[in-house]
């Protein structure tokens, strides 16, 4: 039973570019969050998509934006990159029908903003 | 608002207990749920509460008290690979939105 999976596991981009990440929830999930977290700090909320539409949303501006497939899976785009976005981004996983459940994380991308 | 405070670094020696504390002030409440996270690693889930008490699972326990909006992380019989960052994290009432605080950072010393 495979678990979340993330690709890149690295990334180096310049400023004013513009970056995708991607994510295959756990086997059975149907719902995906993206959190970024910047070093020493907990994760903060981005998005959550379920149903493919974005479910809710954190406290970031509109160029962080994202989208699900019909097979759950899901992408994180960034535009117009800033130094400030460098972190660890986390996608989790978790199940809409068993909303008691935890929700499981990938193993992130280190994103690197020159 | 959201807002969940834990202390930022604690050091322990093997073999001891250590209680790691959390604090909240959330708009909604649906649960708590302690991870740990190794360093450059992503979160694995420890324990969860959402009714008052304590849960035990192991060495690992974890307390709460939703009137006094705390909780804690209770490690007892310290290892070296128990260092690591402890995240304290509330669920909100309708999705499945986790709001985190900052994380504290343990190190277990010899």
New interface residues.
């Given amino acids: 039973d495979a678990g979340?999976t993330q690709s890149p596991t690295h990334l180096i981009k310049t400023r004013g570019q513009q970056v995708t990440l991607r994510c295959s929830p756990k086997s059975g999930h149907d719902?995906v969050?993206w959190?970024q977290q910047a070093l020493?700090?907990?994760?903060?909320?981005i998005f959550?998509y379920?149903e493919e539409e974005e479910?809710?949303r954190?406290n970031f501006p509109d160029r962080f934006s994202g989208h699900q497939f019909p097979n759950y899976s899901s992408e994180l785009n960034v535009n117009a990159l800033l130094l400030g976005d460098s972190a660890?981004y986390?996608c989790?996983s978790?199940s809409?029908f068993r909303?008691?459940d935890?929700?499981?994380?990938?193993?992130?991308t280190?994103l690197t903003v020159l | 608002g959201q807002n969940?405070d834990q202390p930022t670094e604690m050091t322990a020696t093997e073999g001891a207990i250590v209680q790691i504390n959390c604090t909240y002030q959330t708009s909604g409440f649906n649960?708590l749920?302690w991870?740990q996270q190794h360093a450059?690693?992503?979160?694995?889930?420890l324990s969860?509460n959402?009714l008052d008490g304590l849960e035990e699972k192991g060495r690992f326990s974890s307390f709460l008290s939703r009137s006094k909006g705390y909780s804690y992380l209770l490690l007892k019989e310290l290892q070296m690979k128990d260092s690591a960052s402890y995240?304290c994290?509330v669920r909100d009432n309708?999705?499945?939105?986790?709001?985190?605080?900052?994380?504290t950072?343990l190190s277990v010393l010899p």
């Fill in positions: 979340v719902t969050s959190y020493g700090q907990g994760p903060q909320f959550q379920y479910r809710q954190g660890l986390l989790a978790s809409q909303s008691t935890t929700q499981y994380f990938g193993p992130g280190r | 969940i649960g749920f991870y450059g690693e992503a979160p694995t889930f969860y959402v995240l994290a309708y999705g499945q939105n986790f709001v985190f605080g900052p994380g950072r």
